[in-house]
């Protein structure tokens, strides 16, 4: 049992936990509590580290499944761990690697394109919505927050494990491999020519979000084949990255059906 906060082992949790350069580096990620290590893929979990009280309570269960975790003090997993009231277990799970071929090899693709996106929150929201919606993949700027932030594998609630996706350098160039490969791409815009429910989402369609306070840069705004609209109510002037996101996806998936 692991009793001390000064253990290498725990020091390493902790650079993984606090720095995606770390992360990255060593092509893993932390996930914590039960239910985000029951999802993981069973031959992607490299390490795996309980409570003591954890693993009293859930030994047998353990032990079925095949688990040979490495047990922390309470005290030291509070230490290591993201949340404020821990649940006694997490996992260093390997990376997924993913190509655009894994989003577009498919009838008519579903794509999400994200720029800038900031807030981790956000992120996971939109990949756990881009599961329920049926979407094929993910593409993503290198200046959109880190996808194995610890906030936001939480808020993925697993879809992190199923729903492919891809960061890019040039995020125009992967807009420019969408549309090579038959896909339409649609930016929600004030300026857009049709309300987003006129558009016919059938064929291979890709939505670009934009950053949470500034939306779309332009040069990737630009980009799009066409813009539409989301119609709004009262003063509101923009809606939160991932809502925008998710009406535009269900409606793609509404169409589909």
Not at 24 to 40: C, D, H, I, P, T
Not at 79 to 88: A, E, F, L, N
């Amino acid at each position: 049992m692991i009793s001390s906060t000064s253990n290498q082992k725990v020091k390493e949790l902790l650079k993984l936990q606090k720095k995606a350069k770390v992360r990255n580096l060593k092509r893993v990620f932390l996930a914590e509590g039960s239910r985000m290590v029951k999802e993981a893929p069973r031959d992607r979990i490299e390490e795996l580290y309980v409570s003591e009280t954890y693993f009293r309570k859930y030994k047998n269960q353990l032990a079925q499944e095949q688990f040979q975790p490495e047990m922390l003090t309470d005290t030291v997993f509070a230490y290591v761990s993201d949340t404020r009231t821990p649940q006694g277990i997490l996992a260093v799970v390997r990376q997924a690697e993913y190509t655009l071929s894994d989003m577009l090899d498919v009838p008519a693709p579903h794509i999400l394109v994200l720029d800038n996106l900031q807030d981790p929150g956000n992120l996971g929201t939109i990949f756990r919505t881009a599961e329920a919606a049926g979407a094929t993949g993910i593409l993503m700027g290198r200046d959109c927050v880190d996808i194995y932030n610890p906030k936001t594998i939480r808020s993925t609630m697993g879809a992190i494990y199923r729903m492919p996706f891809l960061y890019m350098d040039d995020l125009k160039e992967g807009i420019a491999a969408l549309k090579e490969r038959g896909v339409h791409v649609y930016a929600a815009h004030l300026d857009g020519r049709n309300v987003y429910d006129k558009e016919d989402f059938l064929r291979g369609t890709a939505f670009l979000i934009g950053n949470e306070g500034n939306g779309l840069h332009k040069e990737i705004a630009a980009c799009a084949d066409t813009w539409v609209q989301i119609p709004m109510a009262g003063q509101a002037e923009s809606l939160n990255a991932a809502v925008a996101a998710a009406i535009l996806m269900f409606e793609a998936s509404r169409q589909r059906r």
